[in-house]
Antibody, heavy 120, light 112 residues
Framework: EVQLVESGGGLVQPGGSLRLSCAAS????????MTWVRQAPRKGLEWVSI???????YYADSVKGRFTIFRDNSKNTVYLQMKSLGGEDSAIYYC??????????????WGQGTTVTVSS | EIVMTQTPLSLSATPGQPASISCKSS???????????LYWYVQKAGQSPQLLIY???KRFSGVPDRFSGSGSGTDFTLKISRVEADDVGVYYC?????????FGQGTKVEVK
């Protein structure tokens, strides 16, 4: 069964850092891409970052320079390292995997999400 | 950045009656491979988004045939032929033709 389980969320002070994890089972995180999407409280969905099978990474302008996506193939896990966090980063963070093997394929399976709250 | 605009932002549907949501993109979602990278998701209360429709009109596995997608270029529509109580949720369109991938604002569907 294909499954994604996020963890690592929590309460962090403004300016702080946090690392989110997305553990995958039933498929290989190196295939095609893995992506992160977030949802601020009572708001819509916002694409955050993507890592392709060849290692290329891209970020939303809102997080560029502060967030880093990477993976550990041995653990079949993707991570999102976040630093210089602000209130605008408070959100549920979802990881998701691609529907197919084309770079532009959208996502089919999403994790349950992990909540990040940035507050003093 | 491609802007995705959904209308309406909320709708109150009658059980057994049809309902539709429009999604317009600020530029064509047709890539040079001929595919149109337009997706529809639904997010039910307290849950993660679930894929309904991919590449404009293809139903994802397990999605009831009451749901259909149509459109081309920059104009797309999600239709529910006969609304059921379980269809309550927020529906999002998303484009993956060009980074950054972008979502519509979401359409909140309530069932009377």
């Amino acid at each position: 069964e294909v499954q994604l389980v996020e963890s690592g969320g929590g309460l962090v002070q403004p300016g702080g850092s946090l690392r989110l994890s997305c553990a995958a089972s039933g498929f290989n995180v190196r295939s095609n891409y893995m992506t992160w999407v977030r949802q601020a409280p009572r708001k819509g969905l916002e694409w955050v970052s993507i890592m392709y099978s060849d290692g290329q990474t891209y970020y939303a302008d809102s997080v560029k320079g502060r967030f880093t996506i990477f993976r550990d193939n041995s653990k079949n896990t993707v991570y999102l390292q976040m630093k210089s966090l602000g209130g605008e980063d408070s959100a549920i963070y979802y990881c998701a995997r691609p529907l197919g093997d084309v770079a532009r394929d959208g996502m089919d399976i999403w994790g349950q999400g992990t909540t990040v709250t940035v507050s003093s | 950045e491609i802007v995705m605009t959904q209308t309406p932002l909320s709708l109150s549907a009658t059980p057994g009656q049809p309902a539709s949501i429009s999604c317009k993109s600020s530029q064509s979602l047709v890539y040079r491979d001929g595919k149109t990278y337009l997706y529809w998701y639904v997010q039910k209360a307290g849950q993660s988004p679930q894929l309904l429709i991919y590449e404009v009109s293809k139903r994802f596995s397990g999605v009831p045939d009451r749901f259909s997608g149509s459109g081309s270029g920059t104009d797309f529509t999600l239709k529910i032929s006969r609304v059921e109580a379980d269809d309550v949720g927020v529906y999002y369109c998303m484009q993956s033709m060009q980074l950054p991938w972008t979502f519509g604002q979401g359409t909140k569907v309530e069932v009377k």
